[in-house]
């Protein structure tokens, strides 16, 4: 813990590591549902914000939806 203190998020070399620690720190999480199409189930400190739809693309791009609600990339 004290060389991601002294060297921050942006030290980390690996991308998933730094989503990991980015997670756990968020008060936010998400969640890719299949319906006839995806959807990202949205939360903030465990209540439900918002389900998106996600018609015409991806599994991958549901997928950077949910990453982007829970890195603060989509505001509220």
Known sequence: ???????????????????FIQDMVSNRS?????????????????ELVESRPIVGHSKSYANDCARNWNSGVIKR
Do not use: C, F, P, Q
């Open 30 to 46: 998400a969640n890719v549902r299949e319906e006839s199409h995806y959807v990202v189930d949205m939360y903030e400190n465990g």
């Open 1 to 19: 813990m004290i060389k991601l203190a002294t060297k921050g998020l942006n030290g980390l070399k690996n991308r998933k590591e730094k989503e």
